[in-house]
């Protein structure tokens, strides 16, 4: 068992992505119960409906599971460029039949804008916590050190890594261009967009902290590769979508076996994000289009735009978040895909 496995607890070096709006503590339990680490996307929960899942996890297994939260840079909206973008987006409203709203709202605060979220965490204890779009403050980090969490965050270049690195992170979640759902990005000047196996190749040479291989992997030789290249785990979230106990509605699901080409948009939420080409991609996308509002409150007016058109049986304005191999997806739950990954990885080790 590696240093890394035997720290969190964990049989298996295979983790759960922790899929805001998807992940559930009944999947989260599975993959802990199965050995794996299993995880909650918290950043779009209020304090108490994260306290309450992680509280239902903790009665469902008593396997280390690991929490993460959103650590972006709150900014306040701006009128003019929110209002613009409104105004772009307004016919695809009409064409539902619906107004869209006058004004948006920050619908995802910041595990960064205080210590409501950190003293959740504290209070809960559970094994491991870990951050997406950038790094806690020093004192939350010291405050989760002290209470013997391990902290993650994720990196989609070196210089995030070692900005990671010298916070004093414990691991460092090495998100290549494939991976489903939003970009890690924190070092925003530019999106490096390397591939998975290429950063886990940077990051374990240049890095001391322990590397998770996140993007594109989808079955147990993909898995294997990593861990040949120096990775200390695997981390899957597309492949586990399709899990029965995972929240995606019906539409997603469907789409995941059936509409399998993948492209970044920075339109749905305000942040670059992968997810399976749909209406953003091929009607909002274009090259007329006014700059992008704020995040999160483009994703305020994107998921008002979802729910209109969804009343009419349209789901192309769907975040239906995927990772670029999307097309390797099996209809397993999650014991059985776990089982399957590990069948594989020992089939690429002969």
């Known amino acids: 068992m590696s240093l890394l496995l035997e720290r969190l607890g964990i049989k298996h070096p295979i983790f759960l992505a922790p899929m805001a709006g998807v992940s559930t503590p009944e999947l989260a339990a599975e993959v802990s119960n199965q050995g794996g680490l299993g995880s909650l996307g918290l950043g779009a929960n209020t304090v108490e409906t994260a306290r309450t899942q992680i509280l239902k996890t903790q009665e469902l297994t008593e396997q280390p599971f690991q929490v993460n939260f959103f650590c972006h840079q709150s900014v306040e909206l701006e009128p003019i460029a929110s209002q613009a973008w409104i105004d772009f987006l307004r016919p695809h409203f009409e064409q539902y039949h619906a107004e869209p709203p006058t004004q948006l709202h920050c619908i995802y605060p910041s595990f960064l804008d205080n210590d409501d979220y950190l003293n959740v965490v504290l209070e809960t204890r559970p094994k491991a916590v870990s951050f997406h779009f950038g790094i806690p403050h020093p004192h939350q980090i010291q405050a989760l050190k002290d209470a013997g969490i391990l902290t993650m965050v994720s990196a989609t270049n070196l210089a995030e890594a070692r900005a990671i690195e010298a916070a004093g992170i414990d691991i460092i979640i090495a998100q290549g261009t494939e991976a489903g759902g939003h970009r890690g990005i924190f070092n925003e000047l530019f999106d490096s967009a390397i591939r998975t196996v290429d950063l886990v190749q940077l990051l374990v040479e240049h890095c001391q902290c322990p590397i998770i ?40 699901r469907h789409a995941l076996f059936h509409e399998q080409i993948t492209q970044i948009s920075a339109s749905i939420s305000g942040r670059p994000a992968r997810g399976l080409l749909g209406h953003w991609h091929t009607q909002v996308d274009l090259p007329n289009r006014p700059a992008v509002a704020a995040y999160p409150y483009a994703y305020d007016l994107g998921k008002q735009l979802h729910a209109a058109a969804s009343q009419q049986g349209d789901h192309g304005f769907g975040a239906f978040w995927a990772g670029s191999n999307v097309s390797q997806i099996r209809e397993l739950e999650a014991r059985d895909l776990i089982n399957q990954l590990l069948v594989e990885m020992q089939q690429a080790n002969y």
């Not at 993007?215 to 597309?238: C, F, K, R, Y």
Request: net charge neutral; hydrophobic share 40%; proline share 0%.
């Open 213 to 252: 291989a996140a993007g594109g992997i989808m079955n147990g030789a993909q898995s294997q590769q990593m861990l040949n290249l120096g990775a200390s785990a695997v981390q899957l979230g597309t492949a586990f979508v399709q899990c029965k106990s995972s929240n995606a509605n019906d539409a997603y």
